[in-house]
């Protein structure tokens, strides 16, 4: 009976073998990464903080945030958190150094960001600890809300938990956006950089306006609502025929606004016109609205002589009557009167310059036909002799005065009379 042998390995076990070692050790040092490189040592700090919020062991341990190792002990040491910060390499760190647990991401992970200090102000012994005075606290989100009151936490808990409702079910959309955000980031910048220009004054000014508008909207919840309902009802009648009526108008729309233009451009000279004549009847109207009290009194008073004008009217019918038939006679008339004063014009024109003469004439005429006496005579005549009286009968010009018999307008009071006797007033 032949010998039984026995199987070696095959040469593909030891090679799985090989493969599965280097595997395992791979899993050992990516387990091990955030704690450094195996069997290597290096520095560790002992700082103490009031407070470190959601810091973890294995979390970041960074300078100028380059990652230098991690927190490798979190304990608390009469009440307050101390940790032991283990640097990869050998790192000296200084008593005025400065230690802050800043935030890692959103979600709440955090990190030790390590400013050395100055060698200077000494060198951090192995046995000491880094006071809390030099270190910051951790900022957590929760924090930060606390500055908030208790309704607008509530509504901002409402807003988040709404927008995560909201935005389920829509993936695609999501995706669909963050797919086209490469577009928009360049137009959000652009946008931004206008709303900062002149240090934000212009975002102040929309944000001020929008304040107001926000509150002249307060205690209107109603009407808001109402407005809401009707807009969805206009929004539905925009929807008919999947808006294939909205499609059409908006298509004839640039033509229409066209013919608009022309017809506002024709209308502008009007409108100048009737803001020209506005502006002239405003002192009118305002000059009517400050009498307007006095119109109504005198309305108001008016009522009972108004109430008597029929009577009168009806007293005054003959009357009217009558004129109206002496008119009608007097039209014959009107041609002639018109010849008649036109052939007045002339003499009239050669008169009118000097009216104050007649006038003179005919109030010296009426004063002395208005005096009278007892025995009713009304006029005296008195017979005045003088040099002219005499000479003026002989063919010879008078040598005693020298009278102008023809002066002109406003000349005759002024005249002068002048011969060998001197000057004397003209009379």
Same mark, same amino acid.
């Given at each position: ?186 137009? &959000?910048?652009?946008?931004?950089? %206008? @709303? =900062?220009?002149? /240090? !934000?004054?212009? +975002?102040?000014?929309? $944000?001020?306006? *929008? ?19 009707? &807009?969805?009802?206009?929004?539905? %009648? @925009? =929807?008919?025929? /999947? !808006?294939?009526? +909205?499609?059409?108008? $908006?298509?004839? *729309? ?26 002239? @009847? ?146």
């Amino acid at each position: 009976m032949a010998a039984i042998r026995r199987a070696r390995p095959s040469r593909s076990v030891f090679i799985g073998i090989g493969v599965l070692s280097v595997f395992v050790v791979s899993l050992l040092l990516a387990v091990n990464a955030t704690h450094g490189v195996p069997w290597q040592t290096g520095t560790q700090l002992k700082v103490a903080f009031n407070n470190v919020g959601a810091l973890q062991t294995g979390d970041d341990v960074r300078i100028a945030n380059v990652r230098v190792g991690h927190v490798r002990e979190i304990s608390l040491v009469d009440g307050k958190p101390s940790i032991v910060l283990s640097f990869d390499k050998d790192t000296n760190v200084y008593r005025n150094a400065t230690v802050v647990v800043d935030e890692r991401s959103a979600l709440g992970q955090k990190f030790v960001d390590i400013d050395p200090g100055d060698e200077r102000a000494g060198q951090v012994g192995p046995d000491e600890t880094l006071p809390a005075a030099s270190t910051t606290d951790a900022n957590e989100l929760s924090d930060v809300l606390k500055v908030l009151d208790e309704p607008t936490r509530k509504g901002l808990g409402t807003a988040v938990r709404e927008l995560g409702g909201g935005a389920g079910g829509h993936s695609q959309d999501i995706r669909d956006v963050l797919g086209a955000a490469p577009q928009m980031l360049p137009d &959000l910048g652009k946008v931004a950089q %206008a @709303l =900062s220009a002149e /240090n !934000g004054t212009d +975002l102040h000014a929309m $944000l001020a306006s *929008a304040n107001s508008l926000a509150g002249r909207f307060a205690g209107r919840q109603e009407q808001l609502g109402e407005l809401a309902g009707q &807009l969805d009802t206009t929004m539905h %009648a @925009l =929807s008919v025929d /999947n !808006g294939k009526p +909205l499609s059409e108008a $908006l298509q004839r *729309a640039p033509e229409t606004l066209r013919e608009v233009r022309s017809a506002l451009q024709t209308v502008r000279g009007p409108l100048a016109q009737t803001a020209s004549a506005a502006h002239q @009847l405003e002192p009118g109207a305002v000059a009517l609205g400050k009498a307007t009290p006095d119109v109504r009194g005198v309305l108001r008073e008016a009522v009972g002589p108004l109430n008597k004008v029929p009577d009168v009217a009806g007293k005054a019918q003959p009357a009217i009557s009558g004129l109206e038939q002496a008119f009608g006679e007097a039209r014959p008339l009107a041609p002639m009167l018109t010849k008649g004063f036109g052939d007045l014009q002339v003499p009239l024109a050669v008169l009118k310059p000097y009216a104050p003469e007649i006038a003179r004439f005919f109030n010296n005429a009426s004063s002395a036909l208005g005096q009278g006496d007892a025995a009713g005579h009304w006029l005296r005549i008195y017979l005045n002799l003088g040099a002219e009286s005499v000479l003026g009968t002989l063919p010879i010009a008078d040598p005693t005065a020298s009278r102008n018999a023809y002066p002109a307008p406003g000349q005759a009071i002024h005249d002068r009379e002048k011969g060998p006797l001197g000057q004397r007033a003209g009379k």
